[in-house]
């Protein structure tokens, strides 16, 4: 009896404890689960990081497109046809417009000249504009006065937009050389404004950089910029106002995003974030309310 009630209680202790084979298996049950959990909440911290700056992304490009688009529209293009009695002031009022046609008869007498004022100047990455923008605060100066691109002598003014990259060449590396440190490669965007008339004296003076300095970057997030204009039957990569005599129909704009790199070793792989977004692009289309139909759509 005694040696049965024994045994029974061995039974009973045994049935508390757990082999080894039982923690082997739970420990692996427990660790799948943790790289499970892992797994997810690494997933869902990536997602929001990104739902973040996607949604950062937006707002810059809505806010960048939609300063672009008010400046384009505010293009000044001028058309006037005059009409001159003589060669002689003819020539003296083609001299001072931006670009002209006229028509001459036998007698060297000038009937009617078409003047054109510059719409703008554009490349496949570099816009020029000549707008109409008041001064906010409607603090003008006289000609011989203007001595910074802070001032204004009128309504009119050039305002250009250029990717500052330090690979490129011209304005764009100057100003990136200028702006990025150490860094390489794109800057950001740069939005260049001035007077029209001091921008245009500055020209002819030999002084442009004075006028074309730019102290901050518009935004470091833009690391190309693409331009393309239509004629009214197909895009264009280039125009001139000016030589063309024509506004485009429309101008496509395209900026490229990323993520701004404030390192001061920007592109070195111990400082490159595994969870940033790639490159987004955002496009928009610019029609000119001061195009004139061009002959390909008067045709159809």
């Known amino acids: 009896m005694k040696r049965m009630n024994a045994q029974k209680r061995e039974a009973a202790e045994r049935k508390h404890g757990f082999t080894l084979l039982e923690l082997l298996i739970s420990i692996g049950l427990t660790a799948i689960l ?35 688009t008010r400046d384009i529209q505010s293009i000044v293009f001028i058309k006037e046809k005059a009409t001159e009695d003589s060669t002689t002031s003819t020539s003296s009022m083609s001299s001072t417009s931006t670009g002209s046609t006229s028509n001459t008869d036998d007698s060297g007498t000038t009937a009617a000249m078409l003047t054109y004022t510059n719409g703008l100047v554009g490349t496949a990455n570099d816009l020029l504009l000549y707008v109409s923008s008041p001064d906010k605060s409607l603090s003008y100066v006289d000609a011989q006065s203007l001595t910074s691109t802070d001032e204004r002598t009128g309504d009119l003014m050039i305002v250009r937009y250029l990717v500052a990259d330090t690979a490129g060449g011209g304005l764009s590396g100057s100003i ?8 390489t490669g794109p800057v950001g965007l740069v939005r260049i404004t001035g007077d029209l008339f ?5 020209v002819q003076l030999g002084k442009e950089e004075e006028f074309t300095s730019v102290d901050a ?20 990569e280039t125009w001139d106002s000016t030589e063309l005599k024509a506004l485009p129909t429309a101008i496509e704009i395209v900026i490229t995003l990323q993520q701004p790199d ?28 001061l195009a004139e139909s061009s002959a390909g759509e008067t045709a159809l």
């Open 34 to 68: 943790m790289v499970a959990l892992f797994s997810a909440m690494n997933i869902y911290f990536r997602l929001q990081v990104d739902s973040h700056e996607e949604i950062t992304r937006q707002q810059v490009s809505r806010a960048l497109l939609r300063q672009m």
């Open 262 to 289: 404030t390192s001061e070793n920007q592109g070195s792989a111990d400082t490159s974030d595994p969870y940033a977004l790639g490159e987004t692009t955002h496009r928009t289309i610019v029609a000119l309310p």
């Open 176 to 183: 990136a050389k200028k702006l990025a440190g150490s860094r």
């Open 198 to 202: 001091g921008m245009s004296s500055a």
């Open 217 to 236: 970057v518009e935004a470091k997030e833009v690391s190309k910029i693409e331009f393309r204009y239509f004629d009214g039957t197909q895009w264009q």
